[in-house]
């Protein structure tokens, strides 16, 4: 019975653990806006994070949720603009070419939670 018990407690605790943890290489700010992310109900279509090279910098790109939720790049940790999404679709305005501009994408992290 002991054996049934302490099988059982270890399952619980490995499947509690954490299945989608960010990734060890992106700045302390990103890890905290992912782990904000994984406390909210998940996002349709479910939330990503891009990583990419954007007028000679490293950005973070966070994709619109929804409708009318605009999308973030992040820079050295302070967000940078919103190049799409919104009420018109196409962001603040503050770097309409983002879209253009933005090279070498790379998943850094993806929400693969079910809803």
Do not use: H
């Amino acid at each position: 019975m002991k054996t049934f018990v302490s099988i059982l407690i270890l399952t619980v605790i490995l499947g509690c653990q954490e299945k989608n943890p960010a990734p060890a290489t992106v700045p302390d700010c990103i890890q905290q806006v992912i782990e904000k992310i994984r406390q909210e109900t998940v996002w349709n279509p479910p939330a990503r994070v891009y990583r990419y090279e954007f007028k000679g910098q490293e950005v973070y790109y966070i994709p619109a949720r929804c409708c009318d939720i605009p999308s973030v790049v992040i820079a050295s940790c302070d967000t940078l603009c919103a190049p799409d999404g919104g009420f018109t679709g196409k962001g603040d305005g503050r770097c309409p070419d983002f879209a253009r501009e933005a090279r070498n994408p790379v998943l850094v992290w993806e929400d693969t939670r079910s809803q």
